[in-house]
């Protein structure tokens, strides 16, 4: 599994340990400066006395009073600079704001729980000020999206609008995807350790690469490895004794009560490639379902082919994917004419032609749906079978079919995580790319279908689903389930992936271990959206594999508290997979809506 990190911060953060070179400004950057004041150190009071820190960019000038946006983040404000300076210049006053306990401003920093109420005074604070016309917004991905639907959810009467970008929900998929702790949490708590920047530190993946390997190669339980990197964290901790999706989680997200009370109108934007995907779909899903038909016509989405980075600064290539034009949508400019439509009376922005803008890969061209439902039209099974070879064999395996079969079938893969050869190839592969192959033809503990060749060019784009009937003989072990296009020529594309604990195949809030080696019904339904139009003579491939990696926390199969369980623990797992009439398992196709008929 490919871990990638979760909440970085938004494209423009230097990561850089070296002092970087001053290039001559172009004419677009001076003529944005001159256009622009900007005031340091302001002090921004919040109801229990604390005041947080904020840079101030203005339009120069003696500007009437507008619509304001502020970003509050734990990435230190003069992180946003370049925002600052172009919303500025655009017309719009802008806040970057240090969270409370982090850069400037006061306070004690608590990860993510303390922003509602504190974005909720920035915003009343924000109103009151001569250069703001009382209309409020919000601008940032990752943590700052998060930011955006916590404040939202305090409802300030002043907060008109907001654009939630690369959103996560805690317990979805940050820190915990689907309750499987990574080990970049520890990396990205090191990154907000103390109130200074630590981004050298943070950017060397060679040493969090060395230090990920030395936890897993020695066996010490998960909850360790905040010391082992150097950097014991008492949020680390407080983290771990929440395995369940329980209330703890569920306090730091608005509820179905939450989402029905915002009367905003709200663009939210993720990336198919985005680790916060997950998150960002989350809230909008959880939104749509609790809103009423008013508020849901004043939600809109767009799914471009990005990583996180991408959503505040698409590139036309990434991890070994390239994307066509049309890829690189002008994001500043969309919040610059959502602003203007929202809290100015502007034109609704040309680019959302309908409710959801989504990217089809391959096809590399937007379409537009009315919902995110609608993007799918029907959903076609492929049922597992033996091709007569061995179902590890990543060349062999086994094959995916239009019709069910009736023999009496299964494969099986042993998993023995006393077994750490894994760790040597994770070193070596390619962590940022989304093509490096190594580490699932390493892997001894995978089984892999492929279809037969498309007899034509056809759209996938929606949800995958994947129903399983699995037996295992421990009380527990972790999956990850992919799905990859392979082309003629042998190029494998990734499409989308999710993962589960077994303990949690019913319920992410109750779990339940397993009882015997009976085959049970496993519902694999939380794959990240995917489009695309997977080419004539291209094949699917699917990949049910242990989820063994030095980037997740090590399940042991013991059926304690993961976090606390060590290789003295391990038990060998035999995983089967049955396929036969009577356990149908299928992998489900999103087959996309027609193209609407062209105007006469």
């Given at each position: 599994?490919r871990v990638r990190g979760?909440?970085?911060?938004?494209a423009?953060?230097?990561?850089?340990?070296?002092?970087?070179?001053?290039?001559?400004?172009?004419?677009?950057?001076?003529?944005?400066a001159a256009?622009?004041?900007?005031e340091?150190?302001?002090?921004i009071?919040?109801r229990?006395?604390?005041?947080l820190?904020?840079?101030?960019?203005?339009?120069?000038?003696?500007a009437?009073?507008?619509p304001c946006i502020?970003?509050?983040?734990?990435?230190?404000?003069?992180?946003y600079h370049?925002?600052?300076?172009y919303f500025?210049?655009?017309?719009?006053?802008?806040?970057?704001?240090?969270?409370?306990?982090r850069?400037?401003?006061e306070?004690?920093?608590r990860p993510?729980?303390q922003e509602a109420?504190?974005?909720y005074?920035v915003?009343e604070w924000?109103a009151?000020q001569?250069?703001?016309?009382?209309?409020?917004?919000m601008w940032?991905?990752?943590y700052a999206?998060?930011d955006?639907?916590?404040?939202?959810?305090?409802?300030?009467?002043?907060?008109a609008t907001?654009?939630p970008v690369?959103?996560?929900?805690?317990?979805v998929?940050?820190p915990a995807p689907?309750?499987?702790?990574?080990?970049y949490?520890?990396?990205?708590?090191?990154f907000?350790?103390?109130?200074a920047?630590?981004s050298?530190?943070?950017?060397?993946?060679?040493?969090?690469t060395?230090?990920?390997?030395?936890?897993y190669?020695?066996?010490?339980?998960f909850?360790?490895?905040?010391?082992?990197?150097?950097?014991?964290?008492?949020?680390?901790?407080?983290?771990?004794?929440?395995?369940d999706?329980?209330a703890?989680?569920?306090?730091?997200?608005p509820?179905a009560?939450?989402y029905?009370?915002?009367?905003i109108p709200?663009?939210?934007i993720?990336?198919?490639y985005?680790?916060?995907?997950?998150?960002?779909?989350?809230?909008y899903?959880?939104?749509m379902?609790?809103?009423?038909?008013?508020?849901r016509?004043?939600h809109?989405?767009?799914i471009?082919?990005w990583?996180h980075?991408?959503?505040?600064t698409?590139?036309?290539?990434?991890g070994?994917?390239?994307?066509?034009p049309?890829?690189?949508?002008?994001l500043?400019?969309?919040?610059?004419d959502?602003?203007a439509?929202?809290?100015s009376?502007?034109a609704?922005?040309?680019?959302?032609k309908?409710?959801?803008?989504?990217?089809v890969t391959?096809a590399e061209?937007w379409r537009y749906?009315d919902?995110?439902?609608a993007?799918t039209?029907?959903?076609?099974?492929?049922?597992?079978g033996?091709?007569?070879g061995?179902?590890?064999?990543?060349?062999g395996?086994?094959?995916?079919?239009?019709?069910?079969?009736?023999a009496?079938?299964?494969?099986?893969y042993?998993?023995?995580?006393?077994?750490?050869s894994i760790?040597?190839?994770?070193?070596?592969?390619?962590?940022?790319?989304?093509?490096?192959?190594?580490?699932?033809?390493?892997s001894?503990t995978?089984l892999?279908?492929?279809s037969e060749?498309f007899?034509?060019?056809t759209?996938?784009?929606?949800?995958?689903r994947f129903?399983?009937f699995i037996g295992?003989?421990q009380?527990?072990t972790?999956?990850i389930v992919?799905?990859?296009?392979?082309t003629?020529?042998g190029?494998?594309?990734p499409?989308?992936?999710t993962v589960?604990?077994?303990?949690y195949?019913?319920?992410?809030?109750?779990?339940k271990?397993?009882r015997?080696r009976?085959?049970?019904?496993?519902e694999?339904?939380?794959f990240t959206?995917?489009?695309?139009?997977?080419k004539?003579?291209?094949?699917?491939?699917?990949v049910?594999?242990?989820?063994?990696?030095?980037?997740?926390?090590?399940n042991?199969?013991a059926?304690?508290?993961?976090?606390?369980?060590?290789?003295?623990?391990?038990r060998?797992?035999v995983?089967?997979?049955?396929?036969d009439a009577?356990?149908?398992s299928a992998?489900?196709?999103p087959?996309?809506?027609?193209?609407?008929a062209?105007?006469?």
């Amino acid at each position: 599994m490919r871990v990638r990190g979760f909440l970085i911060a938004a494209a423009g953060l230097a990561l850089l340990g070296s002092m970087t070179v001053a290039k001559a400004a172009t004419p677009a950057a001076l003529a944005e400066a001159a256009g622009v004041t900007w005031e340091w150190g302001v002090r921004i009071p919040l109801r229990d006395g604390v005041h947080l820190n904020a840079t101030v960019y203005r339009p120069a000038g003696a500007a009437a009073p507008a619509p304001c946006i502020f970003t509050l983040t734990p990435y230190i404000s003069q992180s946003y600079h370049d925002r600052g300076m172009y919303f500025a210049a655009h017309g719009l006053p802008f806040l970057t704001v240090d969270v409370r306990g982090r850069g400037n401003s006061e306070g004690e920093f608590r990860p993510l729980i303390q922003e509602a109420r504190d974005g909720y005074d920035v915003v009343e604070w924000l109103a009151r000020q001569p250069y703001c016309n009382g209309k409020i917004s919000m601008w940032g991905g990752s943590y700052a999206g998060y930011d955006q639907w916590a404040t939202a959810k305090e409802n300030p009467p002043h907060l008109a609008t907001i654009v939630p970008v690369a959103a996560p929900v805690a317990g979805v998929d940050f820190p915990a995807p689907y309750n499987m702790f990574m080990s970049y949490d520890i990396q990205w708590l090191t990154f907000v350790s103390g109130r200074a920047s630590q981004s050298a530190i943070f950017g060397d993946q060679a040493f969090w690469t060395s230090a990920y390997r030395r936890w897993y190669e020695s066996g010490a339980p998960f909850r360790v490895l905040d010391r082992i990197v150097g950097n014991p964290s008492p949020t680390f901790q407080e983290w771990l004794s929440h395995p369940d999706g329980d209330a703890y989680w569920d306090a730091y997200n608005p509820t179905a009560a939450d989402y029905a009370r915002l009367e905003i109108p709200i663009l939210t934007i993720t990336g198919m490639y985005d680790d916060d995907q997950p998150g960002a779909l989350a809230h909008y899903q959880r939104y749509m379902k609790a809103s009423s038909a008013a508020g849901r016509a004043r939600h809109y989405l767009v799914i471009g082919p990005w990583d996180h980075a991408g959503t505040r600064t698409p590139e036309p290539e990434f991890g070994g994917l390239k994307f066509g034009p049309a890829s690189l949508v002008d994001l500043p400019k969309l919040h610059l004419d959502w602003y203007a439509w929202t809290m100015s009376g502007g034109a609704r922005p040309y680019f959302l032609k309908q409710a959801v803008a989504y990217y089809v890969t391959g096809a590399e061209r937007w379409r537009y749906a009315d919902s995110l439902e609608a993007v799918t039209a029907a959903a076609t099974p492929l049922y597992l079978g033996s091709s007569g070879g061995d179902a590890t064999d990543v060349f062999g395996g086994g094959s995916l079919l239009a019709k069910r079969r009736s023999a009496t079938d299964s494969d099986h893969y042993l998993y023995d995580p006393r077994d750490t050869s894994i760790a040597a190839v994770e070193a070596v592969a390619d962590g940022q790319s989304a093509t490096d192959q190594r580490v699932l033809y390493a892997s001894k503990t995978k089984l892999v279908y492929h279809s037969e060749p498309f007899a034509a060019d056809t759209e996938l784009s929606g949800f995958f689903r994947f129903t399983a009937f699995i037996g295992i003989d421990q009380p527990d072990t972790d999956f990850i389930v992919r799905i990859h296009e392979v082309t003629p020529d042998g190029a494998v594309i990734p499409l989308t992936s999710t993962v589960l604990r077994a303990r949690y195949r019913e319920s992410f809030t109750t779990p339940k271990l397993i009882r015997g080696r009976a085959p049970l019904r496993y519902e694999f339904t939380n794959f990240t959206f995917a489009s695309r139009v997977v080419k004539k003579g291209s094949r699917l491939r699917l990949v049910l594999s242990a989820a063994d990696s030095i980037g997740l926390e090590k399940n042991y199969n013991a059926g304690g508290v993961v976090a606390d369980e060590s290789v003295r623990d391990a038990r060998p797992v035999v995983v089967t997979l049955y396929h036969d009439a009577s356990h149908p398992s299928a992998l489900y196709l999103p087959r996309a809506a027609p193209e609407p008929a062209a105007a006469p």
